[in-house]
């Protein structure tokens, strides 16, 4: 089993859809969980990022982790042609020393057709 | 957050030949990273490069074929070393600096005949 397994899409939905985006996890000691949004030929650009369980929003983004299930989200409302890139799930044990190793889903693609 | 230039940004090599890559970052952070991404497989760390020390390599990574150096708190490079056709990756610098997570260049994408 993988560390993290992500949904492998790709995904098309129409503008304005709602989209949700999963992975799950095998270990149970990650702290830390991140989406990064990669568009083509360019670098993860970090979108949200979350600290143990529970819900953070920013803007049209939420994201939602719950450690009991060892599943994490990402929900976009209004989703909109912008949103067209591939998701990243990434998660860490911490961010110093030999604990901000990032381990990542293998990521989703998405289109969102206007 | 910090801005992180790469380069080469993309390059054709031929088999056998290396490459060295150049990780830029405006500021200084104390610890950076570089990640290979291939086609259809996960982001997966290749070694953790911190200033002043040997970088650490992950399991499956040796620093025959991929040499780090990391002369200051800005700068870091990563060498590619006697390329196969295995190799054509993107090549990801990131950067971490205490509580905030990693963030990204935009990658060197390395292709080899």
């Known amino acids: 089993q993988k560390e993290v397994e992500q949904d492998p899409g790709p995904l098309s939905v129409p503008e304005g859809a709602i989209v949700s985006l999963n992975c799950t996890y095998s270990?149970?000691?990650?702290?830390?969980f991140m989406w990064y949004r990669q568009y083509s030929r360019k670098g993860p650009e970090l979108l949200m990022y979350?600290?143990?369980?529970g819900n953070k929003e920013d803007g049209r983004f939420t994201a939602q982790v719950d450690k009991s299930s060892k599943y994490i989200s990402l929900f976009i409302r209004d989703s909109q042609p912008s949103d067209s890139a591939t998701y990243l799930c990434?998660?860490?044990?911490?961010?110093?020393?030999?604990?901000?190793?990032?381990?990542f889903g293998k990521g989703i693609t998405l289109s969102v057709r206007p | 957050s910090a801005v992180i230039s790469q380069k080469p940004s993309r390059d054709i090599c031929q088999r056998g030949t290396s490459l060295t890559i150049q990780c830029q970052v405006d500021?200084?952070?104390?610890?950076m990273f570089w990640y290979r991404q291939q086609p259809g497989q996960s982001l997966t760390l290749i070694a953790t490069?911190?200033?002043?020390?040997?970088?650490?390599?992950e399991s499956g990574f040796v620093i025959d074929k991929f040499p780090i150096s990391r002369p200051n708190l800005t700068f870091s490079t990563l060498t590619v070393s006697n390329m196969s056709p295995e190799d054509s990756s993107i090549y990801l610098c990131?950067?971490?600096?205490?509580?905030?997570?990693?963030?990204f260049g935009d990658g060197t994408r390395l292709s080899i005949l």
């Open positions: 270990n149970s000691a990650f702290q830390y």
């Open positions: 490069a911190n200033q002043g020390s040997e970088a650490t390599y």
């Open positions: 979350t600290y143990s369980s």
């Open positions: 500021s200084q952070v104390t610890m």
């Open positions: 990434a998660m860490t044990l911490g961010y110093t020393g030999a604990n901000s190793k990032l381990t």
């Open positions: 990131s950067v971490g600096a205490g509580s905030q997570p990693q963030h």
